[in-house]
Protein backbone atom coordinates (compact mmCIF):
# COMPACT_ATOMS: atom_id res chain seq x y z
CA UNK A 1 0.00 0.00 0.00
CA UNK A 2 0.98 3.23 -0.96
CA UNK A 3 2.09 5.59 1.94
CA UNK A 4 -0.45 8.33 2.80
CA UNK A 5 0.65 12.02 1.69
CA UNK A 6 1.44 14.39 4.57
CA UNK A 7 -1.83 15.78 4.80
CA UNK A 8 -3.61 12.50 5.13
CA UNK A 9 -1.13 10.73 7.12
CA UNK A 10 -3.47 10.28 10.34
CA UNK A 11 -6.33 7.74 10.12
CA UNK A 12 -9.48 9.21 8.88
CA UNK A 13 -12.90 8.01 9.50
CA UNK A 14 -15.42 7.07 6.55
CA UNK A 15 -16.99 10.42 7.03
CA UNK A 16 -16.50 13.15 9.64
CA UNK A 17 -18.43 14.57 12.06
CA UNK A 18 -18.49 17.28 10.04
CA UNK A 19 -19.02 15.67 7.12
CA UNK A 20 -22.56 14.07 8.49
CA UNK A 21 -23.86 15.80 11.12
CA UNK A 22 -26.34 16.98 8.87
CA UNK A 23 -30.32 16.67 9.16
CA UNK A 24 -32.60 14.81 6.83
CA UNK A 25 -34.58 17.75 6.18
CA UNK A 26 -32.20 18.85 3.65
CA UNK A 27 -33.57 21.48 1.47
CA UNK A 28 -36.14 22.57 4.28
CA UNK A 29 -33.14 23.79 6.76
CA UNK A 30 -30.40 24.82 3.99
CA UNK A 31 -28.46 21.60 5.46
CA UNK A 32 -25.61 20.22 2.52
CA UNK A 33 -26.63 17.29 0.62
CA UNK A 34 -24.42 14.36 1.75
CA UNK A 35 -22.48 13.37 -1.10
CA UNK A 36 -20.20 9.81 -1.54
CA UNK A 37 -18.21 9.41 -4.13
CA UNK A 38 -17.04 6.07 -5.82
CA UNK A 39 -13.87 5.48 -7.61
CA UNK A 40 -12.77 8.38 -5.41
CA UNK A 41 -9.16 7.95 -6.13
CA UNK A 42 -9.65 7.85 -10.10
CA UNK A 43 -9.67 10.56 -12.78
CA UNK A 44 -13.35 11.37 -12.51
CA UNK A 45 -13.47 10.30 -8.78
CA UNK A 46 -11.23 13.33 -7.76
CA UNK A 47 -13.14 15.40 -10.12
CA UNK A 48 -16.51 14.76 -8.30
CA UNK A 49 -14.83 14.93 -5.06
CA UNK A 50 -13.50 18.59 -6.00
CA UNK A 51 -16.86 19.74 -7.57
CA UNK A 52 -18.63 18.73 -3.96
CA UNK A 53 -16.39 20.62 -2.27
CA UNK A 54 -15.97 23.58 -4.20
CA UNK A 55 -20.49 23.34 -4.88
CA UNK A 56 -21.39 25.34 -1.84
CA UNK A 57 -24.57 22.63 -1.39
CA UNK A 58 -23.35 19.75 -1.02
CA UNK A 59 -20.83 18.34 1.33
CA UNK A 60 -18.37 15.10 1.26
CA UNK A 61 -20.25 11.90 3.16
CA UNK A 62 -18.20 9.32 2.12
CA UNK A 63 -15.84 7.83 -0.56
CA UNK A 64 -15.12 4.40 -1.58
CA UNK A 65 -12.76 2.48 -4.13
CA UNK A 66 -11.42 -0.57 -5.16
CA UNK A 67 -10.37 -3.06 -2.20
CA UNK A 68 -6.26 -3.60 -2.79
CA UNK A 69 -6.15 0.14 -4.11
CA UNK A 70 -3.27 2.34 -2.88
CA UNK A 71 -5.11 5.48 -1.92
CA UNK A 72 -7.47 3.27 1.04
CA UNK A 73 -6.92 4.42 4.21
CA UNK A 74 -5.81 8.58 2.83
CA UNK A 75 -7.95 11.52 2.72
CA UNK A 76 -10.83 11.84 -0.33
CA UNK A 77 -9.51 15.44 -0.65
CA UNK A 78 -5.79 15.00 0.33
CA UNK A 79 -5.23 15.68 -3.34
CA UNK A 80 -6.57 19.01 -3.20
CA UNK A 81 -4.29 20.15 -0.20
CA UNK A 82 -7.28 20.64 2.14
CA UNK A 83 -8.09 17.46 4.07
CA UNK A 84 -11.94 16.62 4.18
CA UNK A 85 -11.95 14.32 7.30
CA UNK A 86 -13.57 11.75 5.08
CA UNK A 87 -11.15 8.23 4.68
CA UNK A 88 -11.41 6.11 0.93
CA UNK A 89 -12.68 3.07 2.01
CA UNK A 90 -13.59 -0.33 0.29
CA UNK A 91 -16.10 -1.11 3.30
CA UNK A 92 -19.46 0.19 0.78
CA UNK A 93 -22.02 -0.34 4.20
CA UNK A 94 -19.19 2.31 6.18
CA UNK A 95 -18.17 4.13 3.25
CA UNK A 96 -22.33 5.27 2.47
CA UNK A 97 -23.98 5.29 6.13
CA UNK A 98 -23.32 8.81 6.13
CA UNK A 99 -24.51 9.62 2.74
CA UNK A 100 -28.10 10.38 0.75
CA UNK A 101 -26.82 10.27 -2.51
CA UNK A 102 -24.03 7.99 -3.81
CA UNK A 103 -22.15 9.23 -7.25
CA UNK A 104 -20.84 6.23 -9.55
CA UNK A 105 -18.86 6.81 -12.31
CA UNK A 106 -16.88 2.90 -12.59
CA UNK A 107 -17.29 -0.14 -14.27
CA UNK A 108 -20.82 -2.38 -14.43
CA UNK A 109 -19.98 -4.89 -12.08
CA UNK A 110 -18.86 -2.42 -9.12
CA UNK A 111 -21.76 0.19 -10.02
CA UNK A 112 -24.06 -3.39 -9.20
CA UNK A 113 -22.39 -4.18 -5.87
CA UNK A 114 -22.46 -0.33 -5.18
CA UNK A 115 -26.02 -0.30 -5.80
CA UNK A 116 -27.07 -3.51 -3.46
CA UNK A 117 -25.56 -1.58 -0.77
CA UNK A 118 -27.57 1.99 -1.35
CA UNK A 119 -30.64 -0.22 -1.72
CA UNK A 120 -29.97 -1.81 1.27
CA UNK A 121 -29.03 0.99 3.12
CA UNK A 122 -31.45 3.50 1.96
CA UNK A 123 -29.07 5.78 -0.31
CA UNK A 124 -29.99 7.21 -3.38
CA UNK A 125 -27.81 6.39 -6.62
CA UNK A 126 -26.49 8.61 -9.61
CA UNK A 127 -24.99 6.59 -12.04
CA UNK A 128 -22.72 7.91 -14.93
CA UNK A 129 -21.19 4.02 -15.69
CA UNK A 130 -21.75 2.68 -19.25
CA UNK A 131 -21.62 -0.27 -20.79
CA UNK A 132 -24.18 -2.42 -18.71
CA UNK A 133 -25.48 -5.25 -20.21
CA UNK A 134 -29.85 -5.81 -20.56
CA UNK A 135 -30.12 -7.86 -17.40
CA UNK A 136 -28.14 -5.60 -15.73
CA UNK A 137 -29.90 -2.67 -16.83
CA UNK A 138 -32.72 -4.31 -15.53
CA UNK A 139 -31.14 -4.79 -12.25
CA UNK A 140 -30.96 -0.93 -11.81
CA UNK A 141 -34.76 -0.70 -12.24
CA UNK A 142 -35.83 -3.14 -10.14
CA UNK A 143 -33.65 -1.64 -7.47
CA UNK A 144 -35.64 1.85 -8.21
CA UNK A 145 -39.00 0.53 -6.83
CA UNK A 146 -37.04 0.99 -3.30
CA UNK A 147 -34.52 3.96 -3.93
CA UNK A 148 -34.26 7.13 -6.27
CA UNK A 149 -31.41 6.65 -9.20
CA UNK A 150 -30.67 9.27 -12.14
CA UNK A 151 -28.63 6.74 -14.46
CA UNK A 152 -27.34 8.31 -17.98
CA UNK A 153 -24.60 7.40 -19.72
CA UNK A 154 -23.49 11.40 -19.87
CA UNK A 155 -24.14 13.68 -16.96
CA UNK A 156 -22.98 16.72 -19.22
CA UNK A 157 -25.92 19.49 -19.10
CA UNK A 158 -24.38 20.08 -23.13
CA UNK A 159 -24.36 16.22 -24.10
CA UNK A 160 -27.98 16.07 -23.07
CA UNK A 161 -29.41 19.31 -24.86
CA UNK A 162 -27.33 17.61 -28.03
CA UNK A 163 -29.67 14.79 -27.46
CA UNK A 164 -32.43 16.57 -27.77
CA UNK A 165 -31.20 18.74 -30.93
CA UNK A 166 -31.07 15.42 -32.20
CA UNK A 167 -34.75 14.11 -31.91
CA UNK A 168 -35.61 17.31 -33.27
CA UNK A 169 -33.20 17.05 -36.54
CA UNK A 170 -33.88 13.12 -36.75
CA UNK A 171 -37.68 14.12 -37.04
CA UNK A 172 -37.00 16.50 -39.48
CA UNK A 173 -34.71 14.81 -41.56
CA UNK A 174 -36.04 11.65 -41.65
CA UNK A 175 -35.91 11.11 -45.54
CA UNK A 176 -33.01 11.63 -48.00
CA UNK A 177 -30.10 11.31 -45.38
CA UNK A 178 -27.84 9.17 -43.99
CA UNK A 179 -26.82 9.27 -40.45
CA UNK A 180 -23.51 8.39 -38.90
CA UNK A 181 -22.62 8.85 -35.29
CA UNK A 182 -18.73 9.27 -34.86
CA UNK A 183 -16.92 9.56 -31.27
CA UNK A 184 -13.43 9.49 -30.15
CA UNK A 185 -12.11 8.96 -26.12
CA UNK A 186 -8.78 8.69 -24.79
CA UNK A 187 -6.92 5.43 -25.19
CA UNK A 188 -7.98 4.15 -21.54
CA UNK A 189 -11.91 3.81 -22.46
CA UNK A 190 -12.65 0.04 -22.30
CA UNK A 191 -16.25 0.13 -23.86
CA UNK A 192 -16.76 1.09 -27.62
CA UNK A 193 -18.59 2.59 -28.88
CA UNK A 194 -19.16 5.03 -26.28
CA UNK A 195 -22.23 5.39 -23.86
CA UNK A 196 -23.18 8.64 -25.41
CA UNK A 197 -22.86 7.75 -28.79
CA UNK A 198 -25.34 4.55 -28.05
CA UNK A 199 -27.76 6.97 -26.37
CA UNK A 200 -27.72 8.96 -29.32
CA UNK A 201 -28.26 5.91 -31.86
CA UNK A 202 -31.30 5.54 -29.45
CA UNK A 203 -32.76 9.02 -29.37
CA UNK A 204 -32.39 9.17 -33.13
CA UNK A 205 -33.32 5.21 -34.14
CA UNK A 206 -37.01 6.21 -31.46
CA UNK A 207 -37.19 9.80 -33.36
CA UNK A 208 -37.63 7.43 -36.47
CA UNK A 209 -39.09 5.05 -35.52
CA UNK A 210 -37.55 2.30 -35.79
CA UNK A 211 -34.91 -0.12 -33.17
CA UNK A 212 -31.43 0.53 -32.89
CA UNK A 213 -30.46 -3.40 -32.15
CA UNK A 214 -32.32 -3.46 -35.88
CA UNK A 215 -30.69 -0.86 -37.84
CA UNK A 216 -27.20 -0.12 -36.28
CA UNK A 217 -24.16 -0.61 -37.91
CA UNK A 218 -20.70 -0.74 -35.63
CA UNK A 219 -18.69 -2.18 -38.40
CA UNK A 220 -17.25 -1.92 -42.27
CA UNK A 221 -15.11 -3.86 -43.67
CA UNK A 222 -14.42 -5.16 -47.05
CA UNK A 223 -16.76 -5.10 -49.82
CA UNK A 224 -19.87 -3.92 -47.74
CA UNK A 225 -22.14 -2.95 -51.06
CA UNK A 226 -24.17 -0.06 -50.93
CA UNK A 227 -25.37 1.52 -47.47
CA UNK A 228 -28.72 1.03 -47.07
CA UNK A 229 -30.61 4.10 -46.28
CA UNK A 230 -32.42 3.07 -43.04
CA UNK A 231 -29.40 2.23 -41.03
CA UNK A 232 -27.60 4.31 -37.99
CA UNK A 233 -23.53 3.81 -38.78
CA UNK A 234 -21.48 4.40 -35.82
CA UNK A 235 -17.52 5.10 -36.02
CA UNK A 236 -15.10 4.50 -32.99
CA UNK A 237 -12.11 6.54 -32.12
CA UNK A 238 -9.51 5.77 -29.17
CA UNK A 239 -6.28 7.76 -28.61
CA UNK A 240 -4.16 10.17 -26.61
CA UNK A 241 -6.35 12.09 -23.65
CA UNK A 242 -9.57 12.85 -25.61
CA UNK A 243 -12.27 13.87 -22.89
CA UNK A 244 -15.21 12.56 -25.43
CA UNK A 245 -16.10 14.20 -28.74
CA UNK A 246 -19.26 12.85 -30.34
CA UNK A 247 -20.54 13.94 -33.65
CA UNK A 248 -23.89 12.92 -35.08
CA UNK A 249 -23.99 13.51 -39.35
CA UNK A 250 -26.55 13.97 -41.55
CA UNK A 251 -25.97 13.36 -45.10
CA UNK A 252 -28.17 14.10 -47.75
CA UNK A 253 -27.54 14.89 -51.79
CA UNK A 254 -26.12 18.76 -51.70
CA UNK A 255 -25.80 19.12 -48.00
CA UNK A 256 -24.38 17.59 -44.61
CA UNK A 257 -25.73 18.86 -41.38
CA UNK A 258 -23.43 17.81 -38.45
CA UNK A 259 -24.60 18.46 -34.88
CA UNK A 260 -21.20 18.19 -32.71
CA UNK A 261 -20.16 17.92 -28.99
CA UNK A 262 -17.02 18.03 -27.61
CA UNK A 263 -15.68 17.91 -23.96
CA UNK A 264 -12.45 19.75 -22.98
CA UNK A 265 -13.09 18.48 -18.97
CA UNK A 266 -14.63 15.94 -17.21
CA UNK A 267 -16.09 19.11 -15.02
CA UNK A 268 -18.97 18.93 -16.88
CA UNK A 269 -19.83 15.53 -15.64
CA UNK A 270 -19.16 16.47 -12.25
CA UNK A 271 -21.51 19.70 -12.52
CA UNK A 272 -23.87 17.65 -14.25
CA UNK A 273 -23.81 14.69 -11.67
CA UNK A 274 -24.47 17.36 -8.84
CA UNK A 275 -27.73 18.58 -10.85
CA UNK A 276 -29.05 15.02 -10.69
CA UNK A 277 -28.11 14.95 -6.51
CA UNK A 278 -30.23 18.28 -6.10
CA UNK A 279 -32.77 16.64 -8.13
CA UNK A 280 -33.05 13.34 -6.00
CA UNK A 281 -33.33 15.27 -3.18
CA UNK A 282 -36.73 14.45 -1.29
CA UNK A 283 -36.90 11.48 -3.67
CA UNK A 284 -37.76 7.62 -2.69
CA UNK A 285 -37.95 5.58 -5.27
CA UNK A 286 -37.92 6.22 -9.51
CA UNK A 287 -35.48 5.56 -12.37
CA UNK A 288 -34.78 9.09 -14.20
CA UNK A 289 -32.39 10.21 -15.93
CA UNK A 290 -30.80 13.85 -16.94
CA UNK A 291 -33.77 14.75 -19.62
CA UNK A 292 -36.00 14.98 -16.31
CA UNK A 293 -33.13 16.25 -14.15
CA UNK A 294 -32.97 19.22 -16.95
CA UNK A 295 -37.08 18.99 -17.77
CA UNK A 296 -36.02 18.59 -21.28
CA UNK A 297 -39.14 15.97 -21.63
Known sequence: MTAPSASAAAPAQPASDEAVA??????A???PHRVA?????????????????????CALAGALDRTGGPSLGTD???FLGAPAGVAITDDLAAGIAGAQVLIDFTRPEGTLAHLAACR?????????TTGFTDAQKAEIAAAAQDIAIVMAPNMSVG?????KLLDMAARALATGYDIEVIEAHHRHKVDAPSGTALKMGEVLAEALGRDLKDCAVYAREGVTGERDPSTIGFATIRGGDIVGDHTVLFAGTGERIEITHKSSSRATYAQGSLRAVRFLAGRTSG???????????
Open 76 to 78: AAA
Open 29 to 31: TGA
Open 37 to 57: VAGASGRMGRMLVEAVRDSGD
Open 159 to 163: VNVTL
Open 22 to 27: FSDAGA
Open 287 to 297: LYDMFDVLGLR
Open 120 to 128: AQGVNLVIG
